[in-house]
């Protein structure tokens, strides 16, 4: 699918990898609508990307039929969705104390990361639905899942099995959604320069980006909207999960 003039929905567009990806696609041509629940910084990313911005938490049905309405009657309907909203929070399943793991931490982890993405791209597709086909497909679906579904460290039992999950629902979601000619795919980053990762300490960085065998450095985050745009354009990419990371296998 050519992006040009088509109207593309970044959900986490407020930072991150979902700022880069709404720029990346607006500067190509896109009319982006930004979905984040932080409304100074969607509006900030939005302005620097020549976006439209919608306060949206995606956690909520109501909240995402109303953000994507409005994204709807500004732009037009979205034929490209990028999720890249989500949360992350180290947690072992039994701390040092001896303590569980917070039944409303791992919730609240699986909510945002994984219930927020099927609820977003199901609503989204459902709008789609009702368009015309543009070519032989009428639109594209990423998800963001990460490297941490494959080989997640200690604490990321939660954040692991969000986006392990997601990994698992592509090809069923593939096969649902294919008589009405919409893509899915999952790319699953290594560890990629976002805010939380610049601030850390240049040690803690600089052996995060040792673990990475080639190219051996952290992930810029252009490079990830580089390869969203790569994926929206090759049509037989479908159903599937790629990792980025550079061959990196997480310790």
């Excluded at 407020?14 to 720029?23: C, D, H, P, R, V």
């Excluded at 099927?118 to 963001?144: H, K, M």
């Excluded at 999960?241 to 310790?251: E, K, P, S, V, Y």
Aim: with cysteine; hydrophobic share 45%; net charge negative.
């Amino acid at each position: 699918m050519e992006i040009d003039g088509v109207v593309a929905i970044v959900t986490g567009g407020g930072s991150g990898l979902g700022a880069a990806t709404a720029k990346l696609l607006a500067a190509r041509g896109a009319k982006v609508a930004i979905l984040d629940r932080d409304p100074i910084a969607g509006e900030r990313s939005a302005t620097e990307a020549g976006a439209f911005f919608a306060q949206c938490d995606v956690t909520s049905e109501a909240s995402v039929e109303a953000a994507l309405a409005a994204a709807e009657a500004r732009h037009g309907i979205g034929r490209i969705l990028v999720n890249c909203a989500g949360v992350s929070d180290l947690v072992k399943t039994v701390d040092d104390d001896g303590r569980p793991h917070s039944l409303e931490v791992f919730r609240r982890i699986i909510d945002i990361n994984l219930v927020g993405t099927f609820n977003t791209l199901s609503q989204f597709a459902a709008r789609l639905c009702a368009a015309d086909p543009i070519g032989e497909e009428r639109g594209v679906i990423v998800n963001t899942s990460s490297i941490a579904a494959f080989d997640g460290i200690a604490g990321q039992a939660a954040y692991g099995a969000s986006k392990n999950a997601i990994v698992g629902m592509s090809l069923p979601i593939a096969r649902d959604l294919a008589p009405h000619k919409i893509r899915i795919v999952a790319i699953a980053p290594g560890t990629f320069l976002s805010p939380m990762v610049e601030a850390l300490p240049k040690s803690y960085k600089d052996a995060l980006a040792a673990a990475v065998p080639h190219p051996n450095r952290l992930g810029r985050l252009e490079e990830f909207a580089e390869f969203v745009w790569t994926i929206i354009r090759s049509p037989m990419v479908n159903g599937t999960c790629i990792r980025f990371d550079g061959a990196a296998r997480l310790q």
